[in-house]
C-alpha cells in the first residue's frame, strides 16, 4: 500500500482526545489526510480493534451507533486506503442493527459484497442477520 500505515492508537487519541499532545498530533495527521497532503493506509484488523477497545465496558464504554458515527467519515477519507472500504457502511449496519459480534458483522458484510449469502458457522450470530443463511458442518 501506498503512503504511511496507522495503527489503532493514532485512531483511538484522535476519537477520545484523551491526551492533549497525541490527541492534537493524531487530530492534525487526519486533517492532512483529509486535505490530500498525505496518503495512509490501514487495515481490517485495526478496525476490530478500534471497535473492540472503543466498546469494552470496562475501558470506555462506547456505544455501537458512536462507534459507527465516530469511524465511517474518517474510513470514508478517499486518501485513507482500507481494502474492502465500501463494505464498512453495511458492516456498522449490520453491527448496530443487529447487534452481533464486530467481526461476525464485518464476516456477513463481506460475504453480502461477494454476491453470496450464506455462512459455514456454529455462530448463532449471523441467524440475526437478515439475508445471511447460516449452515453448521455434517
Given at each position: 500500500m501506498e503512503g504511511i500505515f496507522l495503527d489503532t492508537?493514532?485512531?483511538?487519541?484522535?476519537?477520545?482526545?484523551?491526551?492533549p499532545d497525541k490527541s492534537r498530533a493524531a487530530r492534525e495527521l487526519f486533517r492532512s489526510i483529509e486535505r490530500g497532503s498525505?496518503?495512509?493506509w490501514t487495515t481490517s484488523l485495526v478496525i476490530a480493534e478500534i471497535v473492540l477497545v472503543l466498546s469494552n465496558a470496562k475501558i470506555y464504554g462506547v456505544d455501537r451507533a458512536t462507534?459507527?458515527?465516530?469511524?465511517?467519515?474518517?474510513?470514508?477519507l478517499p486518501h485513507l486506503k482500507?481494502?474492502?472500504?465500501?463494505?464498512?457502511?453495511?458492516v456498522?449496519?449490520?453491527?448496530?442493527t443487529y447487534s452481533v459480534d464486530y467481526v461476525d458483522a464485518y464476516h456477513a458484510a463481506l460475504v453480502e459484497h461477494h454476491g453470496q449469502d450464506e455462512v459455514m458457522s456454529f455462530d448463532r450470530d449471523f441467524d440475526l442477520i437478515a439475508g445471511i443463511h447460516r449452515r453448521e458442518p455434517i
Open positions: 492508537n493514532v485512531f483511538l487519541r484522535h476519537f477520545l482526545n484523551d491526551d498525505v496518503t495512509a462507534i459507527r458515527d465516530l469511524l465511517l467519515p474518517i474510513l470514508s482500507l481494502d474492502h472500504k465500501r463494505v464498512y457502511p453495511r456498522f449496519e449490520h453491527y448496530v
